[in-house]
């Protein structure tokens, strides 16, 4: 089938009160344009054309990695209009499918059955809504044919009572596109140019009107102001929770969990509630997400427990490790098998080895750090000297005492001991016991400091 979809994405959007085009707002971390070219293209059409206007050229350069072409509206002056400026590069064999760019919910079953149903009529997606309010409504004749759209501005008071509405979503040939947006005319209340019209031209030249209702009533919600824009939020994000309890995950509250991305997840993964997941995460089977995580990028093998309130960033972490509660794992984290990661641990451009673990108050910055080793509380890989950033290796079976400073750059040798307290800036060689503290004394007679007393009375006056 020859197929080009047509985007339109030209308006303002006033209601959301933004500096930003309202088709750059985002619903689940991805702007609403993209959800709906993403949408277009499983789809396989032979072309998406994507109308702009309003916002310059911010939406193609931000969708510069997105092979759709972009049709310029220079004036917003209604939906036929901005089709009119996308149907000279179609083919007049095409089908052709109209998507607005503020309907991001909408989804690729119910669009293939549109198209596929729309031989040489018009094929309009519509729905029955409890508050039809300030959409165009559904005119049937006595046969209960359709026989036109009539916006709400328009409508007589009787005809507002209507509650089918149009989503705005068609699907017809280019060649009736072709030779009906020509005759289209902005004698209405807006003085725009409604695509709505093709109806009332469809019905002259008797060609068929096909209704169709979409797979759910909210797929077609367009997004019009900041208010219907996080209650679809909440339905897109119900709807991926429902997809991962199929996949075996076990939500303690399905409507208290965020997933901005992508999450590759095993089976018996347990999230507590307010975990937030962003970009491309992986986790294996069996592991816990304590409540209040967040985890961006990352790789999670199996068996692996966050505790609560921990925040994870580019890491990757073998299976059966321990983080948090209160973890800060940043970019470049590698734990090995087994390894633990305890309350108030920032961990940046690190790797931890099998069973290696820091439990308590460190910081661990560029250190390459072996198996069994143990970082004991409050333990500072001092790794910036306020120009350079310098590394720290620590051999396996190492033992930092606790409230360590290690100077980098430095390496601490296996079966190496490091005293408590220690500043260590030179390298410490492996099974020994190394330590800087000074040498404990108590001075015998020694008074603790009275209390002055003031000459001077001190007056509150
Ligand atoms: C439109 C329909 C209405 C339908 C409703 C569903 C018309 C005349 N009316 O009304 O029947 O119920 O959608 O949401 O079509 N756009 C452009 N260029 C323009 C005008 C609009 O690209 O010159 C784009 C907008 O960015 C938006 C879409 O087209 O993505 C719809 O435009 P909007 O003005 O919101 O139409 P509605 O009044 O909501
Ligand atoms: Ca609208």
Redesign the pocket.
Known sequence: MNLHII???????LRMVSELP??LHKLAGKPLLQHVIETAKRLNPNKIHV????GGTLLPEQFSQYDVEWIH?P????????VRHALPSIPDIAKVLIL????PLISVATLEELVDASQEGLCLLMSEVDDPT????IIRDAKDEVIG?V?EKDATLEQREINE????ILSTTANQLKKWLPKIEKQNQ?K??????VVRLAVKDKLPILDFCPYYAWE?M?I?NRSELAVAERIFQINQAEQLMKKGVTFFDPERFDLRGELDVGQDVTIDVNVIIEGKVKIGSGCTIEAGSIIRNAEIGDHVHIKAFSHLEDVKIENECQIGPFARLRPGTELATGARIGNFVEVKNTKLGVNSKANHLTYLGDATIGDHVNIGAGTITCNYDGINKHTTIIGDYAFIGSNTELVAPLTIGPYATIGAGSTITKDAPPHQLTLTRGVQKSIEGWKRPDKKVSDKKVSHL
């Not at 004036?75 to 901005?82: H, I, M, R, S």
């Not at 300030?134 to 409504?137: C, E, I, K, T």
């Not at 509405?165 to 705005?168: A, D, L, T, V």
């Open positions: 985007i339109l994405a030209a308006g303002k959007g309202k088709v109308v702009y206007g309003n509206q004036e917003q002056l209604g939906t036929a209009d901005a607005y760019g503020d309907v300030g959409l165009g409504r759209i916006e509405i149009y989503s705005g807006q725009e140019f409604y695509l709505t019209d077609i367009g019009n």
